[in-house]
């Protein structure tokens, strides 16, 4: 049994995701509180459900940097399809 196995790839896939967290901040207005806390750093904070997802513009990116496409694909890596025929 001399079966081949594909040899794995790692990739890179940007993903992004929301949290919710609370700053306390001691202002004169809610206005300077907003200011105020523009300029703090991020607090600790809890995912928000539901807000993960692939970023596909650059995962598309990634994959024709690092030399990881694999046709067929889905478009978008350069020249369209009708330049492609012509």
Not at 23 to 38: F, G, N, P, R, T
Not at 46 to 72: A, T
Request: hydrophobic residues 30%.
């Amino acid at each position: 049994m001399n079966e081949k196995v594909p040899k794995k790839k790692e990739y890179r896939v940007p993903c992004t995701w929301e949290t919710y967290g609370l700053l306390y901040v001691e202002a004169e207005s809610a206005e300077q509180a907003k200011i105020i806390a523009d300029e703090m750093p991020l607090p600790s904070g809890d995912y928000v459900d539901g807000s993960w997802e692939i970023d596909e513009e650059m995962f598309e990116y990634f994959l024709e940097e690092d030399g990881n496409l694999e046709p067929p694909y889905d478009g978008g890596f350069g020249i369209s399809d009708e330049e492609e025929i012509k």
